[in-house]
């Protein structure tokens, strides 16, 4: 079988993946194991695809959220306080014969607080690396509807909780979760080189657990999921054939 411009270029691309979550995985090396698994699996869809695909783009994109964690499902805390967030990344988009496969990887940062009726609050910082894994279709050749996995990992975070006195409360372990499995569903345009998304996600695990405080027995529990609202635009570098 002859070897198309697009499979060179899929291995290029593959080997900027796999150094990319080398990277990653060195610096957290708590999920190795799972983002190794996830890797190699969107490796393996990204060659297998790109062998038989009819359009290959690749590009970059940035974006902003709106999340919405859900209050109710705080063991300690109500009244969640949520704050628009901002993305980045690349994503590669794999043209077949009727529908398309869309690999992304994102930096994306998570901003809220939430307190209780005991004036204790709690500010948390988090950043994540998102790698969606969406599947859709071009309707009238103009707009794309896309849905599919997203696999979220924790690579850094800044939780503060504050007591009733003022005083802040260090936590000595638990919290949130390094690894979260999440969806997406959303709609895209294109116009020229320029990409134009918005899409709902939603976690389908906790993004976090209970947590011990460091100065006393007490513990916070953040057990909830979160939904958030995306725009995004992207910008196509390379497009094949």
Excluded: H
């Amino acid at each position: 079988m002859p070897v198309t411009t697009t499979g060179i270029f899929c291995l290029s691309y593959c080997e900027v993946i796999f150094l990319i979550n080398k990277f990653i995985v060195n610096l957290f090396y708590n999920s190795i194991y799972t983002m190794n698994k996830i890797t190699l699996l969107v490796l393996f869809l990204v060659c297998f695809s790109v062998a038989k695909a009819q359009e290959f783009a690749l590009g970059a994109k940035v974006g902003l959220t709106s999340t919405q964690v859900i209050g109710s499902d705080f063991k300690s805390f109500s009244s969640p306080d949520n704050y628009n967030g901002f993305l980045l990344g690349a994503y590669t988009r794999i043209g077949l014969v009727s529908f398309f496969i869309q690999p992304e990887i994102l930096f994306r940062n998570l901003n809220f607080s939430v307190a209780n009726n005991n004036n204790s609050s709690a500010s948390n910082k988090l950043s994540y690396i998102d790698v969606p894994v969406l599947f859709g279709k071009k309707i009238l050749k103009l707009v794309r509807v896309s849905a599919g996995p997203n696999f979220q990992f924790l690579v850094d975070k800044d939780v503060t909780i504050s007591n009733a006195s003022g005083t802040v409360d260090p936590l000595k372990e638990g919290d949130f979760k390094n690894f979260v499995l999440g969806a997406q569903a959303g709609l895209g345009v294109d116009v020229w080189k320029l990409s134009f998304d918005v899409r709902y996600d939603f976690s389908l695990t906790q993004i976090g657990a209970a947590a011990q405080l460091a100065n006393n027995s007490n513990s916070v529990d953040f057990s909830t999921r979160a939904s958030m609202l995306q725009f995004s635009i992207g910008y196509r570098f390379i497009k094949l054939p």
